[in-house]
T-cell receptor
Framework: SQQGEEDPQALSIQEGENATMNCSYKTSINNLQWYRQNSGRGLVHLILIRSNEREKHSGRLRVTLDTSKKSSSLLITASRAADTASYFC???????????FGSGTKLNVKP | DVKVTQSSRYLVKRTGEKVFLECVQDMDHENMFWYRQDPGLGLRLIYFSYDVKMKEKGDIPEGYSVSREKKERFSLILESASTNQTSMYLCASTQAGQGSNEQFFGPGTRLTVL
């Protein structure tokens, strides 16, 4: 079974608005990562948050992690049309060298 | 600029053909991975390798094999392609060691099996 699950499956917002997507997972993790995928392309790493961290920022991205609820959220502030992509969380529950991806949130930012 | 490259962006093959998907990374990474991506199912791990000539099965290895003869190259082989192997195939690599390092992905190969 999949370790990470993103929610919502799809999100449509206007440029300038904030976008929030969530990730839930099932077992204990060492850390959690977020990736972005433009249509038909490979994934690009956005940010990694370790299990002992609660919040992390990178530019317009803010990630939170709640290990008690086994959930994480990715916030993109002041979204741009260029943020239109699918976003995936990945966890490494069982093995440091293996990653488990959810099915992604498809974000559409309308200009 | 670090890079993971895949041999083809698009590939069309016939049922029963043997298919080779090649992946090359220039970052001297120890670990390499093959995933397939299908709508609604996310990325599923097929095989991974943590060293030359070493491999481990992922979650869906059936119908696939892999080869890692050189550190920079990791090949995915479909011994006898079937229509249910039509998918997007993504290769990735990471450094070894603890801490779940960032994965670097190739651009993907969209394989269609007719």
């Amino acid at each position: 079974s999949q370790q990470g699950e993103e929610d919502p499956q799809a999100l449509s917002i206007q440029e300038g608005e904030n976008a929030t997507m969530n990730c839930s997972y099932k077992t204990s993790i060492n850390n959690l990562q977020w990736y972005r995928q433009n249509s038909g392309r490979g994934l690009v790493h956005l940010i990694l948050i370790r299990s002992n961290e609660r919040e992390k920022h990178s530019g317009r991205l803010r990630v939170t992690l709640d290990t008690s609820k086994k959930s994480s959220s990715l916030l993109i502030t002041a979204s741009r049309a260029a943020d239109t992509a699918s976003y995936f969380c990945a966890t490494d529950a069982y093995n440091f060298n293996k990653f488990y991806f959810g099915s992604g949130t498809k974000l559409n930012v309308k200009p | 600029d670090v890079k993971v490259t895949q041999s083809s962006r698009y590939l069309v093959k016939r049922t029963g053909e043997k298919v080779f998907l090649e992946c090359v990374q220039d970052m001297d990474h120890e670990n390499m991975f093959w995933y397939r991506q299908d709508p609604g199912l996310g990325l599923r791990l097929i095989y991974f390798s943590y060293d030359v000539k070493m491999k481990e099965k992922g979650d869906i290895p059936e119908g696939y094999s892999v080869s890692r003869e050189k550190k920079e190259r990791f090949s995915l082989i479909l011994e006898s392609a079937s229509t249910n192997q039509t998918s997007m195939y993504l290769c990735a690599s990471t450094q070894a060691g603890q801490g779940s390092n960032e994965q670097f992905f190739g651009p993907g190969t969209r394989l269609t099996v007719l």
